[in-house]
């Protein structure tokens, strides 16, 4: 992790540095898993971009005790480190992008 930024008192900015490129699209989102809570891991979606460097951000709300929200929001600094999951999409994501091509049965495409 190369920052971590409070910005309530259960919500935190968190930005990591993948060791390989993180191709993804917007919409996408990855499951984080903190060393906090090994073999535990949860769904955070993307928050823009990745920067110039590969860096990536989360914005991570903590939904109660003892889970990996809380170990990422209140228990992670700075040099810990955090295990990214491949990029996947959700069903309405992946809908929308095939309706639009024309791809998704029982759409068509160009001028109707």
């Given at each position: 992790m190369t920052a971590h930024r409070l910005c309530g008192p259960d919500l935190a900015g968190l930005r990591v540095r993948?060791?390989?490129t993180f191709r993804y699209r917007a919409g996408q989102y990855t499951a984080l898993e903190s060393a906090?809570?090994?073999?535990?891991?949860?769904?955070?979606?993307l928050a823009g971009w990745p920067g110039?460097?590969?860096?990536l951000e989360f914005h991570v709300r903590?939904?109660?005790?003892?889970g990996v929200s809380e170990a990422l929001v209140r228990h992670t600094a700075v040099g810990d480190r955090i295990r990214l999951g491949p990029?996947?999409?959700t069903w309405h994501s992946a809908r929308s992008r095939r309706a639009n091509s024309g791809w998704w049965p029982g759409t068509r495409a160009g001028p109707r």
């Amino acid at each position: 992790m190369t920052a971590h930024r409070l910005c309530g008192p259960d919500l935190a900015g968190l930005r990591v540095r993948p060791h390989e490129t993180f191709r993804y699209r917007a919409g996408q989102y990855t499951a984080l898993e903190s060393a906090r809570l090994p073999h535990t891991w949860r769904p955070y979606y993307l928050a823009g971009w990745p920067g110039r460097d590969g860096e990536l951000e989360f914005h991570v709300r903590c939904t109660g005790p003892g889970g990996v929200s809380e170990a990422l929001v209140r228990h992670t600094a700075v040099g810990d480190r955090i295990r990214l999951g491949p990029p996947r999409e959700t069903w309405h994501s992946a809908r929308s992008r095939r309706a639009n091509s024309g791809w998704w049965p029982g759409t068509r495409a160009g001028p109707r």
